[in-house]
C-alpha cells in the first residue's frame, strides 16, 4: 500500500502576512492609478482651432475713361468784298475783326494794302477756338485778361510799335504793358503779344443801303378787259390790286395811251400811292368814234430829281399786264390839255 501523500500546509506568521496584504493593496493601487492617468478618458486633448480662411475679393476691372474728343471747326470761307470808295484795309480788318495782315497775305496785297474802288477781296473770317474747360476761379484781374483775346506779332524789318499798334487799332501802351516793355523800341524777329480787346472804336465802312427786292406785277382789276364807255361817263375809274408795303419814296406809275390816234402815244402819265386812279373827262376823245384806250401799272422808285426840281423815278418792279378799253366822245368837243 502506497503511502498517502498529505497536502502541504503553507503557514505564514501573522505579521508577514499583515505585510503582504498591506503590499498587495498598494500595488493594486498603484496599477489604478496607472490605469486612470494613462486612458483616453484622462488625456487633455487640447482643441485643434481650424484656420479662418478669409475669401479673397477680386475687384471688378474698372473701364477706362474714354477721352472726350476735342471739337474741331472747319475754317469758314472767306467774304467777298467790292472796295467801295475811301476803303482803308485798315477799317476793313476793324470792321470783319480780323488783322491787316490776313487781308494783305490772302488777296496777296503789297505792304502798303493800297485798295482801288472796285476791287474785289476775300476777307478771311477768323476760326472759332473752343474754350478750355475752367481748372480754377480766377480772381477779377486775372479773369479780365485771360478773356482778352491775344495774337503774337513778329516784328519785321522797318517795323515801329506806333505803325505795329496802327495797324491792327490798338493804343500803343495796351502793347507795351501786355509785353512788359519799358520803351517803344522793338528789333526783327522779336515777337509780340498784340491784345486785340484794348482796340479803339473805329467806325467801319459804311453799308449801302439794300434796296428792297423788285416788286411783282400788279393785278389789273377794273375796268374789266375790253369794256366800253360812252360820253355819259365823265370819268372812268382804274383799280388794281396792292403789290405789296410801299416805302416813302415809292409809288405806282399810271400809264395810259390812245391807241386810235397812234399806238405809243402816251396821253397820261400818273404817280399815285393808292390802288386806284380815276381819269378825268380830259382824257376823253373829241370826236364820237370809240377810241381804243390802253393802260398799266408799274411799281417805281423815287432816287433823286433833275435841276429843274422834276423828280426821277426809276423801276421797282415788274409791270403790269395792258389792258384796253373803248371811250366814245362827242362831236365838236375839244378836250382839256
Request: hydrophobic share 40%; with cysteine; proline share 11%.
Amino acid at each position: 500500500m502506497s503511502p498517502q501523500r498529505e497536502s502541504a500546509n503553507l503557514t505564514l506568521p501573522l505579521p508577514a502576512a499583515v505585510g503582504a496584504l498591506v503590499g498587495f493593496v498598494l500595488l493594486a493601487s498603484g496599477l489604478t492609478f496607472a490605469a486612470m492617468r494613462f486612458t483616453p478618458l484622462g488625456v487633455q486633448v487640447s482643441p485643434t482651432v481650424s484656420p479662418t480662411i478669409t475669401p479673397t475679393i477680386t475687384p471688378s476691372p474698372t473701364a477706362s475713361p474714354t477721352g472726350t474728343p476735342v471739337p474741331t471747326f472747319t475754317p469758314l470761307p472767306p467774304i467777298e468784298y467790292t472796295v467801295n470808295a475811301n476803303d482803308t484795309c485798315l477799317g476793313l480788318a476793324a470792321f470783319y475783326d480780323v488783322s491787316v495782315a490776313s487781308i494783305i497775305e490772302t488777296n496777296q496785297l503789297s505792304t502798303q494794302c493800297l485798295l482801288s474802288v472796285g476791287q474785289k477781296l476775300l476777307i478771311p473770317q477768323p476760326t472759332p477756338t473752343a474754350s478750355p474747360m475752367p481748372s480754377e476761379t480766377l480772381e477779377a484781374g486775372q479773369a479780365t485778361e485771360q478773356a482778352c483775346e491775344k495774337i503774337s506779332y513778329t516784328v519785321v524789318a522797318n517795323d515801329t510799335l506806333s505803325g505795329i499798334a496802327t495797324n491792327y487799332n490798338v493804343e500803343m501802351q495796351a502793347i507795351l504793358d501786355y509785353n512788359g516793355m519799358s520803351g517803344e523800341t522793338v528789333f526783327t524777329g522779336q515777337v509780340l503779344l498784340i491784345p486785340l480787346c484794348a482796340r479803339r472804336a473805329t467806325p467801319g465802312p459804311t453799308p449801302t443801303p439794300t434796296p428792297p427786292p423788285p416788286y411783282p406785277a400788279a393785278n389789273l382789276l377794273l375796268p374789266q378787259d375790253g369794256a366800253a364807255f360812252s360820253l355819259v361817263e365823265d370819268s372812268i375809274t382804274l383799280q388794281w390790286a396792292s403789290v405789296g408795303q410801299l416805302r416813302e419814296n415809292e409809288f405806282y406809275r399810271v400809264l395810259a395811251e390812245d391807241v386810235t390816234e397812234g399806238s405809243g402815244r402816251v396821253r397820261l402819265e400818273a404817280y399815285v400811292t393808292d390802288t386806284k386812279y380815276i381819269v378825268q373827262a380830259s382824257f376823253r376823245p373829241a370826236d364820237p368814234v370809240p377810241h381804243v384806250m390802253r393802260w398799266w401799272i408799274e411799281p417805281v422808285r423815287r432816287t433823286g430829281s433833275r435841276d429843274s426840281g422834276e423828280p426821277i423815278y426809276t423801276s421797282a418792279g415788274a409791270a403790269s399786264i395792258k389792258r384796253v378799253f373803248t371811250w366814245s366822245g362827242a362831236a365838236g368837243a375839244t378836250p382839256t390839255p
